[in-house]
């Protein structure tokens, strides 16, 4: 980050610096020499236009497998408005405000390559709409992951022209109403500008960053409870042994038992009395399983961030080469087994949780059954496993990989579709599930914890239990749990941040 904001610029845009960028509200801009390289770029195209009867798709074609249907100069500029209301078929629900924050930057990123012919006034449109917080409404359904994300880039590009509907400081507006509102003028699309916006990966680049800063956040939370659980459970701490690591060196194992040697090396776990032979592989194998994890986050955030720093539209201008190349940079298959990937990571923080919840109400290591202050009489967090192993079974369904289908549209001039867009959603379910498994493990860890007399304990987990209690009150009689659960899934959005590299 710079002082005063973020500037869009030549030097490798990181994950860290968009979750730097969604933290803060400084105002994004543009580095000059880029403002140069896009007006020269848009330059070339249209010096080209203008001097060569030349045919170049998308730009004096139509669009698709019509690409063969020629298009009179005079209505080039009505052909890109049409492009984008005709594109705009969006259905079910709306995408999170987050993402449409992702996307406006993400957009506007890659046209700021210089490689996409526009003019330097539709980046600055986008980045308008980032810096004023004005979120276009886009839905979910529509994209097959493979021209571009075109349905939903086109819901989000309707509020930039003064149409469609737009979220400006959490109510619901009509473009047409809101941008004179705040003093705003619609862009006015030129030849190739519609198309720019619509052919590119933002959809599912936007719900890939989202899923990898708040999934690195979630692998940051999932070890400090399982540390409240090992010491609720009375764990053994050999596996987190250096040693174990040096002879299997995975770099997320390694790391995985590193933190939780770190969140317990306060600890007096290792000396408690009632010690068994072996933990189960919940416990034992904890470095094992979230360290595989981690390995899959980073090489997910790998694809994430060639992505980012990338022109995924077509045609390509090549103004440096003097050429306008069609090609396939808006086709999904990279993010789409990735979020593949990631959804089946991320499902099995909250698997493996589920397991240690099990055990935690089994009644076994001197725990009270279901946690209760009185067996029998009180059933206690009997049920909250019940809603855990839902969620994680929902995962197992959601898991199935998007990516190994596709359906030919356009007429079969698009005959092999990546449906990113069905992985990237059904990411975003996964990785919401993992939140409330998590929050549900960290209420009934807290509860066992405190039955454990044994002593001492971390200072890191007294800390968290103490922390989460000002949230969420011990359960002494029973009482309506479902609240319970969604400030526990709450605190732990809120408690933990992203653990990058």
């Known amino acids: 980050m710079k002082t005063g ?3 869009i610029g030549n030097a490798h845009l990181g994950l860290v610096h968009l979750y730097q960028i969604l933290q803060s509200e400084s105002p994004i801009t543009i580095d000059p020499q880029l403002v140069e390289k896009v007006m020269a770029n848009r330059q070339f195209l249209e010096a080209l236009l203008a001097t060569e009867s030349k045919t170049i798709y998308g730009i004096n074609t139509g669009f698709g497998s019509l690409c063969n249907t020629a298009i009179p100069s005079h209505e080039l500029d009505e052909l890109q408005v049409n492009l984008v209301r005709s594109h705009a078929c969006g259905a079910g629900q709306t995408v999170d405000n987050e993402i449409v924050r992702l996307m406006l930057f993400l957009k506007a990123k890659s046209l700021a390559k210089g490689y996409s012919g526009v003019r330097i006034d539709v980046i600055h449109a986008l980045i ?5 917080g004005i979120y276009p409404q886009v839905f979910k359904q529509g994209s097959l992951g493979a021209s571009g994300d075109l349905a939903p880039l086109a819901h989000l590009s309707l509020p930039l022209l003064g149409e469609g509907m737009a979220a400006y400081k959490n ?16 862009l006015t699309l030129k030849m190739k500008e519609g198309l720019a916006l619509l052919n590119g990966t933002q959809f599912m680049l936007a719900h890939l960053c989202h899923c990898l800063m ?35 060196p995975h770099a997320g194992q390694v790391k995985s038992a590193a933190l939780m040697r770190n969140i317990l090396g306060s600890s007096g776990l290792g000396q408690w009395p009632g010690k068994a032979v072996q933990d189960p592989y919940s416990f034992r194998c904890i470095p094992q399983v979230h360290g595989a994890v981690y390995t899959t986050l980073e090489h997910c955030r790998m694809v994430a961030e060639v992505e980012m720093n990338a022109t995924t539209d077509n ?25 593949d990937f990631l959804a089946i990571a991320l499902s099995e923080l909250a698997n493996i949780s589920e397991r240690r919840q099990y055990l935690l109400i089994s009644g076994s290591r001197g725990l009270n059954p279901y946690l209760s202050p009185a067996p029998g009489t009180r059933s206690g967090y009997m049920i909250p496993q019940y809603t855990a192993a839902s969620i994680v079974s929902q995962n197992k369904q959601l898991c199935a990989p998007a990516s190994v289908d596709s359906i ?3 007429n079969g001039q698009e005959d092999h579709v990546s449906m990113g867009a069905n992985a990237a959603t059904k ?3 996964v990785l919401e599930n ?8 960290l209420m009934l860890a807290a509860q066992a914890w405190e039955m454990r007399k044994e002593g001492p304990k971390s200072v890191v987990t007294t800390k968290l239990v103490q922390d989460f209690r000002q949230v969420v009150p011990q359960l002494t009689e029973d009482r309506v749990l479902a609240p319970d659960i969604r400030k526990s899934k709450e605190f732990v959005s809120q408690h933990f941040t992203p653990l990058f590299g």
């Open 171 to 186: 109510k619901l507006y009509s473009a047409q109403d809101l941008l004179p509102e705040l003093g705003m003028h619609p």
């Open 315 to 339: 045609p390509i201008v090549l103004h440096e080469h003097g050429a306008v190349l069609s090609g396939g940079n808006f086709h999904g298959e990279e993010l789409a087994f990735a979020l």
């Open 5 to 7: 904001g973020f500037s």
């Open 214 to 248: 708040h999934g690195f956040m979630l692998w940051h939370a999932a070890h400090h409870i399982a540390a409240v659980s090992l010491e609720a459970f009375n764990g053994s701490l050999g596996p987190f042994h250096e040693g174990i690591g040096a002879v299997r």
């Open 128 to 132: 308008a709409f980032c810096n004023r």
């Open 408 to 410: 030919p549209s356009s």
């Open 434 to 441: 993992v939140g409330t498994v998590l929050g549900i493990e």
């Open 427 to 429: 990411c975003a379910e």
